[in-house]
């Protein structure tokens, strides 16, 4: 996701057809921060106070911390991602996954083939 001014043509037709696609649904993505060593915990602990991140797991392997955060619009989450996370002091870089299909949650299966 880039700034508004920032946005090429390309970008612009992505992010329209996303609009498009969630704009007025529930989104609910899985987002991957890469953080500064030192600042693992505090990264992990202060993104999990914001009230749409539901699971926040610090982990091992190229991505530090992955978070699973809840909107009711697709412009919500943009605004989090491109706004609010950057506000938080050691994430390096974010890796943003949009859910498409959830077949099970919270131990709940919710589709049946």
Do not use: C, Q
Request: charged fraction near 30%; proline fraction near 4%; charge should be negative.
């Amino acid at each position: 996701m880039t700034n508004e001014k920032d946005k090429s043509p390309v970008s612009a037709v992505v992010e329209g057809a996303f609009a498009k696609v969630w704009g007025e649904e529930a989104v609910v993505a899985i987002i991957g921060l890469k953080v500064e060593t030192t600042e693992a915990d505090r990264v992990s602990t202060e993104v999990s106070k914001f009230s749409e991140v539901e699971d926040v797991f610090l982990v091992t392997g190229d991505i530090d911390v992955w978070l699973k955060v809840r909107f009711p619009h697709y412009s919500d989450l943009k605004e989090f991602v491109v706004h609010r996370l950057p506000e938080v002091r050691g994430i390096r870089d974010t890796k943003t996954l949009i859910v498409v299909t959830t077949y099970k949650e919270g131990g709940e299966r919710k589709l049946t083939p």
